[in-house]
Every structure is written in structure tokens, then in C-alpha cells.
């Protein structure tokens, strides 16, 4: 599976087997921030709020689907843009604290291929779509508490400096990352159940999201 560089796979170990002990039994392990995952405000600012103290309420809302993949399509370090919260507020309405917020930039169609799927040039820079600063600020500055994405990180590829992170998590926000099935979603009608292990003390976790769409039913996880 994709990771981020320098993180580590899931690794399990047996620690009982059905046909030596008559149970199964594993262990495992892993990095906080592989596969679809949360990240809490303590991944980027000291002190915040950790995975298993983000608040219930907050992990169930009414999705807000923003479809930025034409853009994408033109150039894969595309930043989500005020403009482009305002184009779905002007079909669906402004968008505020009830709402989670999924970026929809069809990059999960290269999840099979992690070389595909981090795109890195000749001098390992990688280049995937993102969220701006400004955006993460206007959607902050109108309650929302998460922001969802199909692609290794809310930052563009390209960030070094996480400033995007700093922004969200820092105000109070989480995000969830490596969403898959985005284009089964509307943008606007579904609610959004996100289900993170709630680790101790976790910058992050990994996590299950599942959409419940209205008669047609679907995840986003």
C-alpha cells in the first residue's frame, strides 16, 4: 500500500495458531498514518487534542463532496482553492459546522500503483493535489472540523513545510486521508460516519469512513 516516506507497513506476527493452541491470536503493528487514516491537531501542534479525544459528534456529518478532478487533470499539484468551496456553496449552500468536507480529486484511481499514487519527479519531490492555506481557513473560519481527501496528504505533494496541516489541525480540526470511492458520493445529500481507533495519546490513527447515501447506498472508506 502507498505510504508516506519514512513510514512504516503494517507488520503482523502470530502469536497463537488454531492448530497449535486451538485460537487464533495476532499482533500488529504499524505507522499512525498509513492507509485511510485521521489525523488529530496533536500531529502538528503540541498539546492539542489526541485521536481518542476528538469529540463523537464530530466524527459523523453531512458530507460535502468538492469535485476539483478536472482541475487535477490540468495539473496534478492543484491546490483546493476559496473558489472552489464557493462553487459548491453556490449549488448546495454554505457550508459550516454540521458539515465534512471530501475533496474529491480522483487520485485514488492510483492507489494500486504506489509509484503512481506518490508521482515523485527525478529529484523525489512528489506531485499530488492538495488543499490551499486560504482554504483551510475559509472552511475553519465557518466551523468545519474536517477536511477529507483521496490522496496521501491534505498538503500537496510538493509541501515541505506542512503548511496546510499547520493551519487545520492547529485551529482545532482533523483531517482523514487516503479516502477511496469518493465518486460513488453526491456532492451534497450523504452523511459521513468516521471510525478511527482511538490510540492513547495518538497524533493519528487508522481509521474506517463510511458514507450512507440516500437509496443507493455506498462507502468512503
Same mark, same amino acid.
Given at each position: 500500500m502507498p505510504l508516506f516516506p519514512g513510514d512504516e507497513p503494517y507488520a503482523p506476527e502470530a502469536l497463537s495458531t488454531i492448530e497449535e493452541d486451538a485460537y487464533c491470536s495476532n499482533r500488529f503493528s504499524m505507522a =499512525?498514518? !498509513?492507509g485511510t487514516h485521521v489525523d488529530a491537531p496533536a500531529h502538528f501542534t503540541a498539546g492539542a487534542a489526541t485521536v481518542e479525544q476528538i469529540a463523537p459528534e464530530q466524527l459523523v456529518g453531512a458530507a460535502a463532496v468538492v469535485d476539483v478532478t478536472a482541475a487535477v487533470a490540468a495539473s496534478p499539484d492543484h491546490r483546493v482553492t476559496v473558489d472552489d468551496l464557493r462553487s459548491w456553496e453556490a449549488r448546495h449552500g454554505a457550508l459550516g459546522a454540521r458539515h465534512i468536507v471530501l475533496i474529491r480529486t480522483g487520485? @485514488? !484511481?492510483r492507489w494500486s500503483d504506489p509509484a503512481r499514487y506518490l508521482n515523485q519527479d527525478s529529484q523525489g519531490v512528489m506531485h499530488f493535489p492538495g $488543499?490551499? $492555506? =486560504?482554504a483551510s481557513r475559509y472552511l475553519r473560519e465557518r466551523g468545519v472540523r474536517c477536511i477529507g481527501i483521496d490522496t496521501l496528504s491534505t498538503d500537496p505533494g510538493q509541501s515541505e513545510t506542512f503548511e496546510q496541516h499547520r493551519a487545520f489541525l492547529g485551529a482545532g480540526g482533523y483531517h482523514i486521508e487516503n479516502l477511496a470511492n469518493l465518486e460513488q458520493l453526491p456532492e451534497a445529500g450523504a452523511v459521513v460516519v468516521v471510525a478511527p481507533l482511538p490510540l492513547a495519546r495518538g497524533s493519528g490513527a487508522p481509521a474506517r469512513v463510511l458514507a450512507l447515501v440516500p437509496a443507493? @447506498? @455506498?462507502t468512503a472508506s
Open positions: =499512525e498514518h !498509513a487520485w @485514488g !484511481a $488543499v490551499s $492555506v =486560504e443507493s @447506498g @455506498g
